[in-house]
């Protein structure tokens, strides 16, 4: 069989570099495209540099602007498309919403109007737990119904997620499409060359806790203590990062060989296994011999409680499973800050 090639968009990002190390190592041919708008390009270089690709394609696109989106599926035989550009910030997305709408709606209708313009493209989207909001109960499956988003960054996952489903419907087998909904990807590649390089104060919780570690925080803080779980703190589903990635692997593999039982499909990809941001804290400390400073402050808005997933659908279906335990993950995530160090 000849090579595929999977067109990954944000490919120079966090997640978009991982998964295209996994693609390149499983034998697909890989073109990056980023416009560079939330990162620079030390994990493109780093994913030249694990897996010994020199010629890897890079575009520097920008998904909004739909002729250069049409000329990337003119110039290469593209058989599946990863969408990950767009912005993230929840925070952010609240002060600026449109911002926020036109950017990851805009280019995933990029995405979407030239893959079905030229046909036989399979669609991964990379949607987000936050679909299912505060969810009555846990952990939950791909049929827990999704909630209102607290964010329009949220709400830009639900309406992306319908999207993709309406414009696969009305292709008539000319598209297929696959959501994959994440739960907390953490960590960083086990080369250390590839990870999570947040710009400014980071939002999320490990690269907080990774540059409190190295002494570019002063402490972190831990939001609420009084939530109703085992130890006050949330609970969530932390999913290392290769794990995660590998999962895009056996998504696309499903697409390009027609496995799929249905034209758009959902999965969870989590660990099943909910951790607290004490646990975490504390699993990071032991299994790194760091002293973390860190205090408890008020919940922080827009929190749930306790959100992980059953991620039964994936592990039967597609044959994935997460492998690493959080102390390889935590272990990982600390190699990259100190990498990143120079230490
Ligand atoms: C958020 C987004 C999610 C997105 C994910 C990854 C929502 C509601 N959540 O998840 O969609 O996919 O980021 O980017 O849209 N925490 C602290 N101190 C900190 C930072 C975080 O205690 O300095 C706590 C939080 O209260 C939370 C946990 O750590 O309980 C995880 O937070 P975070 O890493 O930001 O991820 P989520 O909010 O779960």
């Known amino acids: ?190 080369s250390a060359l590839i990870g999570e390089l947040p710009r400014g104060v980071p939002n999320n919780l490990v690269p907080f806790i990774t540059q409190t570690a190295i002494g570019k925080r002063e402490c972190l803080s831990i939001f609420g203590n009084d939530y109703p779980t085992p130890d006050g703190t949330c609970q969530r589903d932390y999913i290392d990062i290769v794990d995660l990635a590998k999962a895009h692997v056996y998504a696309v593999t499903r697409m390009v060989e027609g496995k799929m039982k249905e034209e758009c499909e959902v999965f969870n990809v989590g660990t099943g296994r909910p951790v607290s941001v004490m646990e975490l804290v504390n699993a990071f400390e032991k299994v790194n011999g760091v002293k973390l400073n860190w205090k408890f402050a008020p919940r922080r808005p827009g929190d749930v409680t306790a959100i992980w997933a059953d991620p039964t659908k994936a592990n039967n279906e597609m044959g994935w499973h997460a492998t690493r335990t959080i102390e390889e993950t935590l272990k990982a995530a600390w190699a990259w800050e100190c990498h990143l160090a120079g230490k």
Do not use: W
């Open 1 to 190: 069989m000849s090579k595929k090639t999977v067109l990954v968009s944000g490919g120079a990002g966090f997640i978009g570099s991982h998964v295209s190390v996994e693609l390149l190592q499983a034998g697909y041919d890989v073109v990056v495209a980023d416009n560079f708008s939330n990162c620079d390009r030390t994990c493109f270089e780093g994913v030249k540099k694990i897996t010994g690709r020199e010629d890897l394609p890079l575009e520097i696109v920008d998904f909004c602007d739909e002729a250069a989106v049409k000329a990337l599926f003119a110039k290469y035989p593209i058989d599946a498309v990863i969408h990950f550009a767009a912005y993230k910030a929840v925070g952010e997305s609240v002060a600026k919403p449109l911002m926020y709408y036109r950017n990851n709606l805009q280019s995933f209708l990029s995405v979407l109007e030239a893959a079905q313009e030229k046909g036989n493209v399979n669609v991964l989207f990379s949607s987000s737990a936050t679909v299912y909001g505060e969810p009555d109960a846990v952990p939950v499956t791909e049929d827990t119904p999704r909630k209102p988003a607290t964010s329009p960054y949220g709400n830009t996952k639900t309406m992306c997620e319908d999207i993709l489903r309406d414009t696969v419907k009305a292709s008539g087998g000319k598209l297929k499409g696959i959501l994959l909904r994440y739960f907390n990807p953490i960590g960083a590649h086990p």
